[in-house]
């Protein structure tokens, strides 16, 4: 088993929240397969930082749903259920699509520029394989396209959802054009945001999110469209 390199910190982040944030990434796109065991030991040193804040992580992952306890051996990752996608994805569906629509009404037109800034990175992520740097990307673009609502319990209700979203498909795509096509999705939803189209950006957010089911979870699509 190889695991993740350890991220860099973010600002105002803790080590635990470091560790953390690179093992849920690992285990959201299936770097870390449903299965694999992890110890603390064996992360600690990994990781080059003592067992409390790894073990603590651990805790945090558990109380997610992306690990279990195994008795003296440590923690193995969890498989996905598809009954649990397939009901976070349809939540999501209710909330982040209309709101879209809504913020294309309202777009304020002086955060295009920084905007095209995230979803630049979020393509750079994909086309380099870093799936790290493509997932954190992609929650900040979305989080704060969805902050310019000003409805903070939706931008916190969204948050949750994603943050529990497996996407266990994401590291086979690498030899694949397909990760490619859904980053290039976040320039277009600017598209249709700028230019004041509600539906189009509706539809869209709905065709961007079904790839939780799709290819994001190792599954064939039909062809937008199809």
Not at 111 to 121: F, I, S
Not at 132 to 146: G, I, Q, V
Not at 195 to 200: E, F, K, R, S, T
Not at 220 to 226: D, M, R, S, V
Request: aromatic share 4%.
């Amino acid at each position: 088993m190889t695991l993740p390199s350890i991220q860099r910190l973010e600002p105002g982040e803790s080590l635990r929240a470091r560790v953390e944030r690179t093992l849920s990434t690992a285990i959201i796109s299936g770097e870390l397969a449903p299965g694999t065991l992890l110890t603390v030991p064996t992360l600690a040193e990994q990781f080059a930082v003592s067992a409390t804040p790894v073990r603590e992580a651990m805790l945090d992952l558990e109380k997610r749903g992306f690990v279990e306890p195994v008795r003296n051996k440590g923690f193995r990752v969890t498989a996905v259920s598809d009954d649990l996608l397939h009901d976070i994805v349809e939540i999501r569906l209710l909330l982040e699509p209309p709101a879209m629509a809504r913020l294309a009404e309202a777009f304020p037109a002086d955060r295009l520029e920084e905007l095209r800034a995230q979803a630049d990175a979020i393509v750079t992520g994909a086309r380099a394989g870093d799936l790290a740097a493509y997932l954190l990307a992609d929650r900040r673009f979305h989080l704060e396209l969805t902050a310019l609502l000003g409805n903070d319990t939706l931008v916190e209700t969204i948050a949750e959802l994603r943050a529990r979203t497996r996407l266990v498909g994401l590291v086979s795509l690498l030899e694949t054009s397909m990760l490619d096509v859904s980053a290039a999705e976040h320039h277009r939803l600017l598209d249709h945001l700028a230019a004041g189209d509600a539906d189009a950006a509706g539809e869209l957010m709905r065709h961007h999110i079904r790839h939780a089911v799709g290819w994001w979870a190792g599954k064939p699509e039909a062809a937008e469209g199809e």
